[in-house]
């Protein structure tokens, strides 16, 4: 893997993160994703989690081809960075040396009904 990333912003390749939604037909789903560890990160890279021990590295979640931003935590219509579903994640090179180790990151999803 870290022969994929040798400079800031560089990524592996994706990761399909599998999201199972059961709903009623005409019901509009929307996700709200925010940092667990950092909650007002708005960026699209999720902050590492304590335990990490790699640095120069982040996860990022896509949807489709498109890194999603972090938004609040919140079910309102229309929410910062709110998107529908369909996720996969890549870790992406950061700034600083690139350090090999373990990665831990939470994120919360916020589903909308709309």
């Given at each position: 893997?870290?022969?994929?990333?040798?400079?800031?912003?560089?990524?592996?390749?994706?990761?399909?993160?599998?999201?199972?939604?059961?709903?009623?037909?005409?019901i509009?789903?929307?996700?709200?994703?925010?940092?667990?560890?950092?909650?007002?990160?708005?960026?699209?890279?999720?902050?590492?989690?304590?335990?990490?021990?790699?640095?120069?590295?982040?996860?990022?979640?896509?949807?489709?081809?498109?890194?999603?931003?972090?938004?609040?935590?919140?079910?309102?219509?229309?929410?910062?960075?709110?998107?529908?579903?369909?996720?996969?994640?890549?870790?992406?090179?950061?700034?600083?040396?690139?350090?090999?180790?373990?990665?831990?990151a939470?994120?919360?999803?916020?589903?909308?009904?709309?």
């Open positions: 893997m870290t022969t994929d990333l040798w400079s800031e912003g560089d990524s592996t390749g994706d990761t399909l993160v599998p999201m199972g939604l059961d709903c009623q037909p005409g509009k789903v929307c996700i709200t994703m925010t940092d667990a560890i950092d909650p007002g990160n708005r960026s699209t890279d999720l902050a590492l989690a304590p335990g990490s021990t790699a640095a120069g590295v982040s996860i990022e979640i896509l949807n489709g081809a498109d890194p999603i931003a972090f938004g609040p935590d919140s079910q309102a219509a229309g929410t910062l960075n709110q998107w529908s579903a369909g996720t996969s994640a890549r870790y992406v090179r950061t700034a600083g040396a690139l350090v090999p180790g373990s990665v831990h939470r994120a919360t999803f916020t589903l909308s009904y709309q």
